[in-house]
């Protein structure tokens, strides 16, 4: 049997025909080890993707069956987190909401960031308070929009890829902790992939962020500014430029490098005249609270995000990667949405250089920690595939993805192997990998 098994796959023309043996074979792992089971379903997804003739699959379609069991797997390995610090302040909201509207608590008073707690008051009412549907619809909400409205947006094609990026990334299941700003990010997402399809779109999803997180005003900045620089770009492109014009204008362009590498240099050779920078400008913050919030942080600059932030082989990978991505692109045409996502990248790439020099507030990058699996659609996205040439070096863009999601899913796999040495956010009693899909749905059933 073995010997029929080989030559068949000796015989095989196109790797999509492996797409039934690793869907067996995922199906197979999702049984034993759910949270690890994801990935080889995802990749069973990506093989039908690659078929030449492969049309779109329609809303009931295996893909999408197998798309709505892994966000399934994904929301009830999250509820099992052992609640502590930010969870259980959140959740302790959630369970007063009997008692007080969403406006009452002490986040929504001081920062109007109320868009959590008007999702979470839906819950409770429908939900009868419970504690476990609460933390289930948070996770259910955030992955379904993830995986049906952003990676799809995002390369309709290879957004598989980009999922078993995104799911085997650690910092990624940090969501049931910073819950307000993942919830922001996914809205900032959501907005992202709508900027050129509906405005209106944008805007309702940019205000949702805004109201969740204020943090997002950065991301929704830059993609206002990727807006604007392309229309000046439209505007530049119709003016005739005469030799002198376009040798001031490479002066100027100089200039603004150079004294941006002068203030860079300032900061590395002395972190703290950012902090008394800082300091200087938040009496112009109209809450005080969040004013003394952030003072006190920019005084004591106790380096308390360098421990929560770590850069590991596996991240220092993906930041390459993405780098990597950028040069190897073909900016003939381009959409607004990738120049959104390399202009973020470039933000939080230099957040990332900020955390390693200062060990101050590793928030502005916390997209790119959380998400950065979304960021490889700079090299893969194909919307037009009719188009030749998109991308360039596609072999080198191809070969560096499979070598990114293998070792992150390397990484993923240790790092679940050793979640009972972990102290922090860890899932299933720090024994997630001695939960099988039955386990699953028992503790599903029991909790509700």
Same mark, same amino acid.
């Not at 290879?158 to 990010?185: A, D, G, K, N």
């Not at 000046?232 to 040798?247: A, C, F, Q, T």
């Not at 106790?302 to 993906?318: H, K, V, W, Y």
């Given at each position: 049997?073995?010997?029929?098994?080989?030559?068949?796959?000796?015989?095989?023309?196109?790797?999509?025909?492996?797409?039934?043996?690793?869907?067996?074979?995922?199906?197979?792992?999702?049984?034993?080890?759910?949270?690890?089971?994801?990935?080889?379903?995802?990749?069973?997804?990506?093989?039908?993707?690659?078929?030449?003739?492969?049309?779109?699959?329609?809303?009931?379609?295996?893909?999408?069956?197998?798309?709505?069991?892994?966000?399934?797997?994904?929301?009830?390995?999250?509820?099992?987190?052992?609640?502590?610090?930010?969870?259980?302040?959140?959740?302790?909201?959630?369970?007063?909401?009997?008692?007080?509207?969403?406006?009452?608590?002490?986040?929504?008073?001081?920062?109007?960031?109320?868009?959590?707690?008007?999702?979470?008051?839906?819950?409770?009412?429908?939900?009868?308070?419970?504690?476990?549907?609460?933390?289930?619809?948070?996770?259910?909400?955030?992955?379904?929009?993830?995986?049906?409205?952003?990676?799809?947006?995002?390369?309709?094609?290879?957004?598989?890829?980009?999922?078993?990026?995104?799911?085997?990334?650690?910092?990624?299941?940090?969501?049931?902790?910073?819950?307000?700003?993942?919830?922001?990010?996914?809205?900032?997402?959501?907005?992202?992939?709508?900027?050129?399809?509906?405005?209106?779109?944008?805007?309702?999803?940019?205000?949702?962020?805004?109201?969740?997180?204020?943090?997002?005003?950065?991301?929704?900045?830059?993609?206002?500014?990727?807006?604007? $620089?392309?229309? =000046?770009?439209?505007?530049?492109?119709? @003016?005739?430029? !005469?030799?002198?014009? #376009? /040798?001031? *204008?490479? &002066?100027?362009?100089?200039?603004?490098?150079?004294?941006?590498?002068?203030?860079?240099?300032?900061?590395?050779?002395?972190?703290?005249?950012?902090?008394?920078?800082?300091?200087?400008?938040?009496?112009?913050?109209?809450?005080?609270?969040?004013?003394?919030?952030?003072?006190?942080?920019?005084?004591?600059?106790?380096?308390?995000?360098?421990?929560?932030?770590?850069?590991?082989?596996?991240? $220092?990978?993906? =930041?390459?990667?993405?780098?990597?991505? @950028?040069?190897? !692109?073909?900016?003939? #045409? /381009?959409? *607004?949405? &990738?120049?959104?996502?390399?202009?973020?990248?470039?933000?939080?790439?230099?957040?990332?250089?900020?955390?390693?020099?200062?060990?101050?507030?590793?928030?502005?990058?916390?997209?790119?920690?959380?998400?950065?699996?979304?960021?490889?659609?700079?090299?893969?996205?194909?919307?037009?595939?009719?188009?030749?040439?998109?991308?360039?070096?596609?072999?080198?863009?191809?070969?560096?993805?499979?070598?990114?999601?293998?070792?992150?899913?390397?990484?993923? @796999?240790?790092?679940?192997?050793?979640?009972?040495?972990?102290?922090? &956010?860890?899932?299933?009693?720090?024994?997630?990998?001695?939960?099988?899909?039955?386990?699953?749905?028992?503790?599903?059933?029991?909790?509700?």
């Amino acid at each position: 049997m073995l010997d029929q098994t080989f030559e068949k796959i000796k015989k095989i023309q196109n790797i999509a025909e492996l797409k039934l043996p690793v869907l067996f074979f995922g199906f197979a792992v999702w049984v034993s080890f759910p949270i690890l089971g994801i990935i080889p379903l995802l990749l069973a997804i990506q093989l039908d993707l690659l078929r030449p003739s492969k049309k779109y699959s329609k809303l009931l379609s295996l893909n999408n069956l197998v798309l709505i069991l892994i966000i399934l797997t994904i929301s009830i390995y999250l509820t099992s987190i052992d609640a502590f610090a930010d969870t259980k302040v959140y959740l302790d909201i959630y369970d007063n909401l009997d008692r007080q509207s969403p406006f009452d608590n002490y986040i929504s008073k001081d920062r109007f960031e109320v868009v959590l707690f008007l999702f979470f008051a839906v819950i409770h009412y429908l939900s009868n308070e419970s504690t476990f549907w609460c933390l289930f619809s948070f996770a259910l909400f955030n992955n379904s929009v993830i995986v049906f409205y952003i990676s799809k947006n995002l390369s309709p094609r290879y957004y598989p890829t980009l999922l078993i990026i995104l799911f085997s990334s650690y910092f990624y299941y940090s969501q049931v902790f910073y819950m307000r700003q993942f919830f922001s990010l996914v809205f900032v997402l959501a907005a992202i992939v709508s900027m050129e399809s509906n405005w209106i779109l944008f805007w309702i999803f940019s205000l949702l962020a805004i109201f969740s997180h204020t943090s997002s005003f950065i991301y929704i900045g830059v993609c206002l500014g990727v807006q604007s $620089a392309g229309n =000046i770009s439209r505007i530049i492109k119709k @003016i005739k430029w !005469r030799k002198k014009d #376009k /040798i001031f *204008l490479f &002066i100027a362009l100089a200039l603004a490098v150079i004294t941006l590498l002068y203030f860079v240099l300032q900061i590395y050779n002395n972190p703290k005249s950012i902090y008394r920078f800082i300091d200087s400008i938040l009496e112009l913050v109209p809450k005080a609270q969040i004013s003394r919030s952030i003072q006190g942080r920019v005084e004591n600059n106790d380096r308390r995000d360098t421990e929560l932030f770590s850069l590991n082989i596996f991240l $220092a990978i993906a =930041i390459l990667s993405v780098g990597i991505f @950028i040069v190897s !692109r073909n900016y003939k #045409k /381009i959409t *607004l949405k &990738i120049w959104s996502f390399i202009s973020i990248y470039l933000v939080s790439l230099l957040q990332i250089l900020f955390i390693l020099v200062t060990g101050f507030n590793q928030r502005i990058a916390y997209l790119f920690l959380a998400f950065f699996g979304l960021f490889f659609c700079i090299g893969l996205d194909d919307q037009k595939l009719n188009e030749p040439n998109k991308i360039k070096n596609f072999a080198v863009v191809s070969a560096i993805t499979i070598f990114m999601a293998a070792s992150n899913t390397f990484n993923f @796999i240790g790092v679940q192997a050793k979640m009972q040495d972990i102290v922090g &956010i860890t899932f299933f009693d720090k024994h997630p990998l001695g939960v099988s899909l039955f386990d699953y749905i028992v503790y599903f059933f029991q909790s509700i």
